[in-house]
């Protein structure tokens, strides 16, 4: 099960609903610009990224539902 917390404070005041249009990254001129469904959101030095990366394997490792384990049928 999924464990839901409350939007931490900082969070409250969003004004943007949830996308369900993945973010496409490129590398140029050594930065990593992101794009969305809107053009430019940033760019992102190669650390900054790399750091950026742990977080949101961080949130979504949080976010995995736990693998279905198999029972072996009684009898």
Request: aromatic letters at 2%; charged letters at 25%.
């Amino acid at each position: 099960m999924t464990e839901t917390r409350a939007r931490p404070e900082r969070f409250r005041r969003m004004t943007q609903q949830a996308s369900d249009t993945p973010l496409t990254a490129d590398l140029i001129d050594g930065q990593v610009l992101i794009t969305g469904p809107n053009g430019l959101q940033g760019a992102l030095t190669l650390e900054a990224a790399k750091a950026s990366l742990a977080h949101l394997e961080r949130a979504l490792g949080a976010a995995r539902e736990p693998a279905d384990t198999y029972q072996k049928p009684l009898g």
